[in-house]
């Protein structure tokens, strides 16, 4: 075991910046993480976190972690995507870093990348991205079915067959029907 580092802290903070049921029990958490240690043999930073259970309360229920983080660029290579996982006791278990071209042995800069938040259906509601507006689907009855990068901003792809593009403050560039 080892102490976390800023980066992994950084990515864990990114998961924690959204509101949801259960942030805040999550938050003490974070800030009761004894250390961590390496939870994968690929060779990708992902991690698995020691909790001091006495110090920090466990989510009220078990819960799958409804925010994701996704990486909007990367300089070098296909963005990348990173997900917490909560324990069956509601404890924070460990962030798993997923490269799709190779691995990569660093966590992806938290200045290029947005965290998804899902509801309990797990349909995407919102996304914060790096500039840190909070941004919704432009129906709320047709929620996204897929989210892709654009820029720093993002494309996303309804359920009812509709893309809508976000620019990099949030704004809604265009909503058209796709094909």
């Given at each position: ?82 997900l917490c996982f909560v324990d ?7 962030l798993e870093c997923v490269y799709?071209?190779?691995?990569v042995t660093e966590w992806p ?71």
């Amino acid at each position: 075991m080892r102490p976390i580092t800023d980066a992994e802290r950084e990515v864990l903070d990114l998961f924690l910046s959204v509101e949801f049921d259960g942030v805040g029990a999550f938050r003490k958490q974070a800030m009761h993480i004894l250390g961590v240690e390496p939870d994968c043999i690929c060779g990708c930073p992902s991690i698995k976190f020691h909790v001091d259970r006495a110090k920090a309360p466990a989510a009220p229920e078990f819960c799958l972690m409804p925010t994701e983080v996704e990486e909007l660029a990367r300089p070098a290579g296909v963005p990348s995507s990173v997900l917490c996982f909560v324990d069956k006791e509601g404890y924070l278990a460990s962030l798993e870093c997923v490269y799709y071209d190779g691995i990569v042995t660093e966590w992806p800069d938290t200045d290029r990348c947005a965290v998804i938040l899902r509801d309990t259906g797990r349909k995407m509601t919102s996304v914060l991205l790096p500039s840190g507006a909070l941004v919704r689907p432009d129906d709320e009855e047709d929620p996204w079915a897929s989210f892709g990068e654009a820029g720093l901003g993002f494309t996303a792809t309804t359920r009812r067959g509709w893309t809508e593009t976000y620019s990099a403050s949030g704004e809604l560039v265009s909503r058209v029907r796709s094909t």
